[in-house]
Nanobody
């Protein structure tokens, strides 16, 4: 059974930090890009950053660069999202998703292109 399980969300004050984890099972983790998405109330889901299985690098959205980092452990099949200097506008449900590079590239901001999804973990940043 394929699973992506996020954890680490919670309530934090502005300026604080959280580390989210995405634990994968049931598929060949090394072959898939893992992307963190988020969805705030009343807003569309947006890509936060992706850890590529092809180039071995993390690619972050401009609005989190300098504050968030993504790391990946291919032994433990886990991807982490370290979030620092959190802002109230970072409040959202955060999801991890896995995408196989069916057409060459693996990272994508298009949610419908992903093969597997986690259930999400909620992050609330108070001002």
């Amino acid at each position: 059974e394929v699973q992506l399980v996020e954890s680490g969300g919670g309530l934090v004050q502005a300026g604080g930090s959280l580390r989210l984890s995405c634990v994968a099972s049931g598929f060949t983790f090394d072959d898939y890009a893992i992307t963190w998405f988020r969805q705030a109330p009343g807003k569309e889901r947006e890509g936060v950053g992706c850890y590529s299985s092809r180039d071995g690098f993390a690619h972050l959205a401009d609005f989190v660069k300098g504050r968030f980092t993504i790391s990946r452990d291919n032994v433990k099949d886990v991807v982490y999202l370290q979030m620092n200097s959190l802002k109230p506008e970072d409040t959202a449900v955060y999801y991890c998703a896995a995408r196989y590079p069916w057409y060459g590239s693996d990272c994508s901001d298009e949610a419908h292109e992903y093969d597997y999804w986690g259930q999400g973990t909620s992050v609330t940043v108070s001002s």
